[in-house]
């Protein structure tokens, strides 16, 4: 069983920058492919970056590339989304999220395992 916690969100000006930081215990982290989603109300989690186990595959929706930036320290089970130049539309409820697979899959019905959420709000 893995325990997920995020932390970093907050609220930021457009064209400003944060840093989600995912915290994993509980699991061998390294089997895991990790990825953020994000939900804004009325709509489902949809995904945003995701990055696989071994670090050499990853993925961005389009609205983010460019922007937005995956990684993760396996030594300290660890995943962390950078955000650079954010815009209003990035508004969200981001999660993290963790799949015991070798790649990513945009569905949340995917992830087996989804930390609480942290929320981030960018102003105009």
């Known amino acids: 069983q893995v325990q997920l916690v995020e932390s970093g969100g907050g609220l930021v000006q457009a064209g400003g920058s944060l840093r989600l930081i995912c915290s994993a215990s509980g699991g061998a982290f390294s089997r895991y492919t990790m990825a953020w989603f994000r939900r804004v109300p009325g709509k489902e989690r949809a995904l945003v970056a995701a990055?696989?186990?071994?670090?050499?595959?990853?993925y961005y929706v389009d609205s983010v590339k460019g922007r937005f930036t995956i990684s993760r320290d396996n030594a300290k089970n660890t995943v962390f989304l950078q955000m650079d130049s954010l815009k209003p539309e990035d508004t969200a409820e981001y999660y993290c999220?963790?799949?015991?697979?070798?790649?990513?899959?945009?569905?949340?019905?995917?992830?087996?395992?989804w930390g609480q959420g942290t929320q981030v709000t960018v102003s105009s």
């Open positions: 999220a963790a799949r015991p697979s070798r790649f990513y899959a945009p569905s949340p019905s995917d992830y087996d395992y």
């Open positions: 990055i696989s186990r071994l670090d050499d595959i990853t």
